[in-house]
């Protein structure tokens, strides 16, 4: 099962389509193809060594209860969704560029695709949070957080321990154009050479 599918169960898919006013599948589609780039953006994180601080960062912006603001009644709060942004991409043109390839892997609107980005980070990061047992509470990190980052992350982003067991497979793969597990790398050169 991938992480889209972990969030569609979690009712994370379907609140994100209802408050964009859009079809579940669109919303399904749109999260399939940004999710690599927003887990890549994670897993940079913790690979610079920093996973106790990723624990310690998924609390302060709010750890499990980004999942549940946005699968609450109430509009989602993106501006948490932007700061969840903010740290793992360190940049809008980053958002940016992450959408426009979205746009272009799938016919979806680019704008409907930012507006999904900061929904989508927020469950993603909750979703961290709880599975790591640091619902906004800060303190050592649980051995949790760490084993768990490398599950999802392994497993979605089709390397390490699981290899694309729970992957989005594919769609990592086409992301990850120099082939070192990590999208992002190439989003952040493609990112660079636009502003060149």
Not at 146 to 174: D, F, I, R, T, Y
């Amino acid at each position: 099962m991938n992480l889209t599918d972990i969030l569609a169960q979690a009712g994370g898919i379907e609140s994100m389509a209802k408050e964009l006013g859009i079809p579940a599948a669109t919303a399904k589609q749109g999260a399939d193809a940004l999710l690599p780039a927003i887990l890549g953006g994670f897993k940079k994180q913790a690979q610079s060594g920093r996973v106790e601080g990723l624990g310690g960062l998924l609390g302060q912006l709010g750890g499990g209860g980004l999942l549940d603001s946005v699968l609450g009644s109430q509009p989602t709060p993106v501006s948490q969704g932007n700061d969840v942004l903010g740290q793992i991409f360190g940049s809008k043109d980053v958002s940016r560029t992450v959408a426009g390839q979205a746009a272009a892997q799938t016919g979806i609107d680019s704008g409907l695709l930012k507006r999904m980005l900061p929904m989508l980070a927020m469950m993603v990061a909750g979703y961290m949070a709880k599975q790591g047992g640091q619902d906004g509470a800060s303190g050592g990190l649980s051995g949790g957080l760490g084993g768990m980052l490398g599950n999802v992350l392994g497993g979605a982003m089709g390397g390490g321990a699981a290899p694309s067991a729970g992957g989005l497979g594919g769609l990592g793969k086409m992301l990850d154009m120099d082939g070192d597990g990590n999208p992002l790398d190439d989003i952040m050169g493609m990112v660079n050479k636009m502003r060149g």
